[in-house]
């Protein structure tokens, strides 16, 4: 039974930044691919950015401003988001993945207006 937390979501200007954290519970944190993914009103869930084996991937609209990272001790998984633009405002939502198998957060509101 794999279940993943979520934090750090919230409201902030355009140009500000958070901090978003995933717990993973239930298994070998290592054996997973962590990714976080994000989902504005009508609109289909994109991919922002993913963690394997040390190497990371990013949406092409995040990329040089987000980062992932993970601690392998604590089972986390991170996205710090930085210079955040109105356009950034989902549902973001941590995934982990081995094979077949894939768990989802619950979800996270990221709002960004003035």
């Known amino acids: 039974q794999v279940q993943l937390v979520e934090s750090g979501g919230g409201l902030v200007q355009p140009g500000g930044s958070l901090r978003l954290s995933c717990v993973l519970s239930g298994s070998i944190f290592s054996m997973f691919t962590m990714g976080w993914y994000r989902q504005a009103p009508g609109k289909q869930r994109e991919l922002v950015a993913r963690?394997?084996?040390?190497?990371?991937n990013y949406a092409d609209s995040v990329k040089g401003r987000f980062t992932i990272s993970s601690d392998n001790a604590k089972k986390s998984v991170y996205l710090q988001m930085n210079n955040l633009k109105p356009e950034d405002t989902a549902v973001y939502y941590c995934?982990?993945?081995?094979?077949?198998?894939?768990?989802w957060g619950q979800g996270t509101q990221v709002s960004v207006s003035s």
């Open positions: 995934n982990s993945k081995l094979g077949i198998f894939e768990t």
């Open positions: 963690i394997s084996g040390g190497s990371t």
